[in-house]
T-cell receptor, first 115, second 112 residues
Framework: KAGVTQTPRYLIKTRGQQVTLSCSPISGHRSVSWYQQTPGQGLQFLFEYFSETQRNKGNFPGRFSGRQFSNSRSEMNVSTLELGDSALYLC??????????????FGPGTRLTVT | QKEVEQDPGPLSVPEGAIVSLNCTYSNSAFQYFMWYRQYSRKGPELLMYTYSSGNKEDGRFTAQVDKSSKYISLFIRDSQPSDSATYLCAMLRAGNNRKLIWGLGTSLAVNP
């Protein structure tokens, strides 16, 4: 099975711009979660989508949004970029079937640099 | 106080050493415990998944959970340079709001 793919892998943007990141989960996985990872804060949960619906949300401002398509692919968008948004953005997929295990499989991430 | 505490290290050991990585947690509602390994410039990969108190072994890796002390550990025997990575613990609450809570990760370097 192909793993989780994320595009693009690297991105450089300037303050005030917006960005869209894409994630394709493992085939058959219906849940996609997004995380922001920075050295000081570690992995911070952004949101989780399951069957095109947002199921959980972390404590991030409304500039961060996401969506999921019928084929389970997901996108996240960050508007009005700030310097502090520079981070590795990780996508994780899981079956999301309500199974207690909920093991997550991560993509390689998108490294976003805001200048 | 964070729900999950993990010493970020860095931890540096010689090849062949036994490595002990630890996390403590404050919320007794956590029921599922995971260890992930993250190499530089890669996403985390799941190493071990445990549910009950006690030990779970997989090759050179042993995951230990002590729910009474709210403490989990990952032991690596006969450590190799290829084990050099950041190790993250993650925990899952039961119930409706089921999101993973992560430790900050411990950076490990195994020196040949």
């Amino acid at each position: 099975k192909a793993g989780v793919t994320q595009t693009p892998r690297y991105l450089i943007k300037t303050r005030g711009q917006q960005v869209t990141l894409s994630c394709s989960p493992i085939s058959g996985h219906r849940s996609v979660s997004w995380y922001q990872q920075t050295p000081g804060q570690g992995l911070q949960f952004l949101f989780e989508y399951f069957s095109e619906t947002q199921r959980n949300k972390g404590n991030f401002p409304g500039r961060f949004s996401g969506r999921q398509f019928s084929n389970s692919r997901s996108e996240m968008n960050v508007s009005t970029l700030e310097l502090g948004d520079s981070a590795l953005y990780l996508c994780a997929s899981s079956l999301g079937s309500g199974s207690s295990r909920n093991e997550q499989y991560f993509g390689p991430g998108t490294r976003l640099t805001v200048t | 106080q964070k729900e999950v505490e993990q010493d970020p290290g860095p931890l540096s050991v010689p090849e062949g050493a036994i490595v002990s990585l630890n996390c403590t947690y404050s919320n007794s509602a956590f029921q599922y415990f995971m260890w992930y390994r993250q190499y530089s410039r890669k996403g985390p990969e799941l190493l071990m998944y445990t549910y009950s108190s006690g030990n779970k072994e997989d090759g050179r890796f042993t995951a230990q959970v002590d729910k009474s002390s709210k403490y989990i550990s990952l032991f690596i025997r006969d450590s190799q340079p290829s084990d050099s990575a950041t190790y993250l613990c993650a925990m899952l609450r039961a119930g409706n709001n089921r999101k993973l809570i992560w430790g900050l990760g411990t950076s490990l370097a195994v020196n040949p």
